[in-house]
């Protein structure tokens, strides 16, 4: 690969989604004073929200919907009568609080310290806008990217091709010269591979292995391949 500019995703890929997001439901239940096993309830909710985040990622639901209906579910399917109001209240909570966590994957930060020094570097998220903002600054790594494209803004989520061409032309990168790294098979690789970009898969979530492109399984080891 002739690289010249490395685009990030950011949760799962950098930013410790998993171990945040748990940290953030159990300060919440704690607050709501609700008597919830912390593993009961994530083992329910992480399935639950990765079927909301495909359905908002393919543009078939709106956030809204994904905020509350995810938690509905999830307490729904543990027999827990939470009032709408109450998981309306801890749906914004949550995402209030999130970026309040500030865990990365492990060798995020040496990495891009190492990439830094040799590219251009930008981030691609579907996560929304302020959210993934108070992560990146929160977390202390805001600064290593010249330009972030979340999908709030630009209207469209990753796979699309729009989003990657749009952060290829206001970065003013060529897509051969670039390459693209994250955890999602479909929205990652598929869709970044389908615009001309070079990809890196990060397998760390249970993603099948492919033959797409490379795969590597621990953050350091793209020191390796760039």
Known sequence: MKVKNVFFDLDHTLWDFERNSALTFDLLFKNYNLKINLKDFLDVYVPINLKYW???RNEEITKEYLRFNRLNDAFTELEMHLSSDLIDKISYDYVDNLPKFNHLIEGAQELLKYL??????????????NVQSN?????GID???DFVFDSESVGVKKPNPLIFNHALDK???????????????EADILGSLAVGMNAIHYINFGEKHHNKCLIVNNLLSIKDLL
């Open 135 to 139: 992560k990146l600054k929160n977390s």
């Open 171 to 185: 970065s003013k990168s060529k897509a051969d010269e670039s390459v693209m790294i994250g955890d999602s098979y």
């Open 143 to 145: 600064n290593f990217f």
């Open 116 to 129: 830094k020094k040799r590219y251009s570097l930008h981030l691609i998220t579907n996560g929304f806008r």
């Open 54 to 56: 495909r359905l908002y």
